[in-house]
């Protein structure tokens, strides 16, 4: 299984983002995936998370109305869309598939998730 995420660049607060994750090696259809965030010297904290179907979202209260989670089955991509940016986004974005096929719940936990992509970058200015 491997999970590239890109998409993370330099931004002015206000600005937007779209990340992307593109998996490979596994039945992408089948797993829920989730993105997580670290700010230097924080602890990796969820940010949102999707089911195997799309047809269920969770994202953490900081970023609801301006980030939205979605994915396209077809192209074995997951996206997380970034409006509004602040600087408090600034930090390393990874995702990641959970580790159950066909199972919503839980979704911020961070040990439900067993393949880990390599992070992108995403700074804010203000």
């Known amino acids: 299984v491997q999970l590239q995420a890109y998409g993370g660049g330099l931004v002015q607060a206000g600005g937007s983002l779209r990340l992307s994750c593109a998996a490979s090696?596994?039945?992408?259809?089948?797993?829920?995936m989730g993105w997580f965030r670290q700010a230097p010297g924080a602890e990796r904290e969820f940010v949102a998370a999707i089911s195997w179907s799309g047809g269920s979202a969770n994202v953490r209260d900081s970023v609801k109305g301006r980030f939205t989670i979605s994915r396209d089955n077809t192209k074995n991509t997951v996206y997380l869309q970034m409006n509004s940016l602040k600087p408090e986004d600034t930090a390393v974005y990874y995702c990641?598939?959970?580790?159950?096929?066909?199972?919503?719940?839980?979704?911020?936990?961070?040990?439900?998730?067993?393949?880990w992509g390599e992070g992108t970058q995403v700074t804010v200015s203000s």
């Open positions: 090696g596994l039945t992408f259809s089948s797993y829920g």
């Open positions: 990641a598939r959970d580790r159950t096929r066909y199972v919503w719940g839980n979704s911020g936990d961070a040990s439900r998730y067993d393949y």
